[in-house]
């Protein structure tokens, strides 16, 4: 069973431009979450969605959007990108509100290079 | 949500139990202590969450205090597979998880 899956995993963008990460979450999930984990440092909400809808979000500009698709995977998207975008950002799926027995699951992530 | 306090870092010897303390002072009675863990290059993993009684599952055992104020997660036979970051969070019934430093742990043969 495959869990979270997140793509690129790697990715450089030059300032200014704008990127897609894609998600698939884990087999029976209905929610994703996004999170930007800057180095060194703990992930930070972005927001969640659940039935297509943004459900929760948190301190993150408009640049920020996403997406939910109706299989349940997801796209966030960065516009206008700026050096400070540089992050990891991690995907997470649940079932629900994630708490659940196993919480939430999160992917590997994506490594976004802003330069 | 209320905050939490972990030490920055501990050791371990392999083989050994884990003990990874946490503070949250500020808990309010509807907040579940949750923990989550992150190894290297990889995202979090879920380990255990609780409310007021202790819980155990087959990663590790939550002890969270009678005043709920702290809690524990106790490896109980640590590897050198459980290296990792571990986040103490202590989460109200919405949906985001808000993760603080956390614990550096490192366990040595």
Known sequence: DAGVTQS???????????VTLRCSPKSGHDTVSWYQQALGQGPQFIFQYYEEEERQRGNFPDRFSGHQFPNYSSELNV?????GDSALYLCA???????GPSGYTFGSGTRLTVV | DAKTTQPTSMDCAEGRAA???CNH?????????????????????YIIHGLKNNETNEMA???????RKSSTLILPHATLRDTAVYYC???VNDYK???GAGTTVTVRA
Do not use: C, M
């Open chain 1, 8 to 18: 690129p995993t790697h990715l450089i963008k030059t300032r200014g431009q704008q």
């Open chain 1, 79 to 83: 516009n206008a990108l700026l050096l």
């Open chain 1, 93 to 99: 799926s649940s079932f629900l509100d994630g708490t």
């Open chain 2, 19 to 21: 003990n990874l303390p």
């Open chain 2, 25 to 45: 002072s500020t808990i309010s009675g509807n907040e579940y202590v949750y923990w989550y863990r992150q190894i290297h290059s990889q995202g979090p993993q």
């Open chain 2, 61 to 67: 055992s939550l002890i969270i205090t009678e005043d």
């Open chain 2, 89 to 91: 969070i202590v989460r």
């Open chain 2, 97 to 99: 998880l808000s993760f």
